[in-house]
Antibody
Framework: QVQLQESGPGLVKPSHTLSLTCTVS??????????WNWIRQHPGKGLEWIGHIYNGGTTYYNPSLKSRLTLSLDTPKRQLSLKLISVTAADTAVYYC???????????WGLGTMVTVSA | QSVLTQPPSVSGAPGQKVTISCTGSGSNIGAGFDVHWYQQLPGTAPKLIIY???NRPSGVPDRFSGSVSGTSASLAITGLQATDEADYYCQSYDSSLSDFVVFGGGTKLTVL
């Protein structure tokens, strides 16, 4: 069974870059039919899709984050990465990675990692 | 402001049926894009409970069902149990500005 585990710094300073990694275990990330997604949840709020990447490297980003966001895949390491530049307090959230199916549903989720943007 | 609109809260007594609505528009649900539903228990990651409008992943009880009509979708939960108390989110795809994934704002289900 595929499992996902997010990792990264719990605290990032304003205007700095947030970098997160999601490690995939129990399966390959090479499937051309799966999307690898990042989703975040602000404290006490709903879910916000950040973006996704396919094995071939094609990316789709939430228009509201597109100018600051880069997603990448490291297939040998079975990792997906998120890089968000120029962060502000509004980027404080729990960040989840999730595996998407051909139906665009998120079938498998990581446990999430809390990121706080503060000086 | 979410692209998909859900009621902030619903409630029901054990054993009863509740329905959670998810209202979209012609650029998402009304365009024929699939609707998926997630259950988020307190302090945990969301879990897929309905995909492709009305399909249940393995292990999800048949008390959960989904439907779509026009620009709206619904999640029905029958035989309500205390363990169903959670936040529920609908999700679809929107093609209005640039293609992207959209979520509803979430609905808090309280079991009385």
């Amino acid at each position: 069974q595929v499992q996902l585990q997010e990792s990264g710094p719990g605290l990032v300073k304003p205007s700095h870059t947030l970098s997160l990694t999601c490690t995939v275990s129990g399966g390959s990330i090479s499937s051309s039919r799966s999307s690898w997604n990042w989703i975040r949840q602000h404290p006490g709020k709903g879910l916000e899709w950040i973006g996704h990447i396919y094995n071939g490297g094609t990316t789709y980003y939430n228009p509201s984050l597109k100018s600051r966001l880069t997603l990448s895949l490291d297939t040998p390491k079975r990792q997906l990465s998120l890089k968000l530049i120029s962060v502000t307090a509004a980027d404080t959230a729990v960040y989840y990675c999730a595996k998407g199916g051909t139906d665009d549903a998120f079938h498998i989720w990581g446990l999430g990692t809390m990121v706080t943007v503060s000086a | 402001q979410s692209v998909l609109t859900q009621p902030p809260s619903v409630s029901g007594a054990p054993g009863q049926k509740v329905t959670i609505s998810c209202t979209g528009s012609g650029s998402n649900i009304g365009a024929g894009f699939d609707v998926h539903w997630y259950q988020q228990l307190p302090g945990t990651a969301p879990k897929l409970i309905i995909y492709g409008n009305n399909n249940r992943p393995s292990g999800v009880p048949d008390r959960f069902s989904g439907s779509v009509s026009g620009t709206s979708a619904s999640l029905a939960i029958t035989g309500l149990q205390a363990t169903d108390e959670a936040d529920y989110y609908c999700q679809s795809y929107d093609s209005s500005l640039s293609d992207f994934v959209v979520f509803g704002g979430g609905t808090k289900l309280t079991v009385l």
